[in-house]
């Protein structure tokens, strides 16, 4: 992973807003991420509605968010930290790995929209963060 320790700053610094706001962000998030990306739609069948105030939305949105903030912990070796996440979402969900980059685009979008501190800095920070994330994520395709 190619983050600098000003990044890991940023990150950490940033992982406490996620924490604080999981529900919240992760909901609109991924809300959106159904908007845009319909296809997405298909590996949440069970879902009632695909909006961020649907309760099957803000679950597994604060789920996704709560898992980047313990993603965070581990930013020195997050592919030993995501293998399980990665096997799940490779073998047992079979979601296509194009998926995890199109979501990471979606956080960022997220997190500009909602965070007045959101500087050039961070956005840095946080793409390089969610890359590494969604390449490790993508490691059971491989």
């Not at 190619?2 to 990044?7: D, G, K, M, W």
């Not at 529900?23 to 069948?45: M, N, S």
């Not at 592919?79 to 047992?92: I, N, S």
């Amino acid at each position: 992973m190619v983050l600098s320790e000003a990044n890991k700053q940023v990150i950490h610094q940033l992982a406490e807003t996620l924490r604080a706001n999981a529900a919240v962000l992760g909901a609109d998030a991924l809300a959106r991420l159904f908007e845009i990306h319909h296809q997405t739609k298909t590996y949440f069948p069970s879902f009632t509605g695909y909006h961020a105030a649907d309760p099957h939305v803000i679950a597994h949105g604060t789920k996704v968010f709560e898992a980047l903030v313990k993603a965070t912990e581990h930013l020195d070796d997050l592919p030993h930290h995501l293998d399980k996440l990665a096997e799940k979402h490779g073998h047992e969900l079979l979601v296509d790995p194009h998926n995890f980059v199109l979501f990471s685009n979606i956080i960022v979008v997220t997190l500009a929209l909602h965070l007045p501190s959101f500087t050039p800095a961070t956005h840095t920070a946080i793409d390089k963060f969610l890359e590494e994330v969604a390449y490790q994520l993508s490691s059971m395709y491989r």
